[in-house]
C-alpha cells in the first residue's frame, strides 16, 4: 500500500466518488472509489482531507480504482482558518502537481506544512509555495538584477518578472517588493515584516504557472 492524502473529492456517477491523491511515489493520483457514496461507510469516511492514508489500487491508464484504504495515523486537526489554508495548499496540489511523477520532497513538506500550520500559517504556506516551485523546476531567481547582474540591493525595490527575474523600480512603484524580503525570503528567513511581500510575489509566480482562472480558497483566505 501507498502513503496518501486527500487532495479532492467529486460525485461520480450514482455510487461512487472520484478521488485525487497525493502520493508520494506517484506524485498526483486520480482513483475512483466505486460504491463510496453508498454502502461503504469506512471508505467514505476516511476519503476526507488531512487524514494520513495508505491506499493501494488496481488497473492501468490516467485513471485506476481503488481497492483498500487505511488510516496510517490520526487526522491532523485544523479548525478554522487553518482549514482553509490546508485546503489551499490541497488546491495548489491540484493545479501544479504532475500526474504519476513521484515527489517525495513535496509530498513530506506537505505533511510538515500540515503538522506546522495551526501556529505559523503564514510562514508555513511561504514556505511551502516557495518549496513547491522549486520541486517542479521553477526555482525563484531572488538574488540577481537581471537589468545589471548586481546582487539584490536590501535598501532598494525590485519587481518580479517570473520569465526573467528581478529588476529594479521606485519604491513607490504598485507592487514593488522590498530588498529586504527577497534577501529574507531567500535565506528562508520569514518575519511579520517580509510575509507581505513575500505573499505578493508568490501570487504573482503561481498566477504565471496556473493561468488566469482564480483559486477558490485563495478568495475565501
Same mark, same amino acid.
Given at each position: 500500500m501507498h502513503a496518501a492524502y486527500v487532495l479532492h473529492t467529486r460525485a461520480y456517477r450514482e455510487t461512487s466518488l472520484l478521488v485525487d491523491l497525493i502520493t508520494a511515489e506517484f506524485g498526483r493520483v486520480s482513483l475512483v472509489a466505486r460504491g463510496a457514496k453508498r454502502g461503504k461507510a469506512k471508505t467514505s469516511r476516511l476519503l476526507q482531507p488531512f487524514i494520513p492514508l495508505h491506499v493501494s489500487w488496481y488497473g492501468n491508464g490516467e485513471l485506476v480504482t481503488l481497492s483498500d484504504v487505511e488510516a496510517s495515523g490520526p487526522a491532523h486537526s485544523l479548525p478554522g482558518k487553518s482549514a482553509i489554508c490546508g485546503l489551499y495548499l490541497n488546491e495548489l496540489l491540484m493545479r @501544479?502537481?504532475?500526474?504519476?511523477? *513521484?515527489?517525495? +520532497?513535496?509530498?513530506?513538506?506537505?505533511?510538515?506544512? !500540515? @503538522?506546522?500550520?495551526?501556529?505559523? *500559517?503564514?510562514? +508555513?504556506?511561504?514556505?511551502?509555495?516557495?518549496?513547491? !516551485?522549486?520541486?517542479?523546476?521553477?526555482?525563484?531567481q531572488l538574488t540577481v538584477d537581471v537589468e545589471t547582474g548586481d546582487d539584490i540591493k536590501a535598501d532598494k525595490h525590485y519587481m518580479y518578472d517570473p520569465a526573467l527575474g528581478l529588476r529594479p523600480v521606485k519604491a513607490n512603484h504598485v507592487g514593488a517588493l522590498r530588498g529586504t524580503s527577497l534577501i529574507a525570503l531567500h535565506r528562508d528567513e520569514y518575519y511579520p515584516e517580509m510575509l507581505a511581500d513575500a505573499k505578493r510575489l508568490m501570487r504573482i509566480v503561481l498566477s504565471y504557472y496556473m493561468g488566469s482562472k482564480k483559486l477558490v480558497t485563495r478568495e475565501l483566505l
Open positions: @501544479l502537481l504532475p500526474k504519476w511523477d *513521484p515527489c517525495m +520532497v513535496t509530498f513530506a513538506n506537505y505533511q510538515q506544512a !500540515l @503538522l506546522q500550520i495551526n501556529t505559523k *500559517p503564514q510562514e +508555513v504556506l511561504r514556505r511551502f509555495e516557495k518549496e513547491l !516551485l522549486t520541486n517542479l523546476g521553477y526555482a525563484l
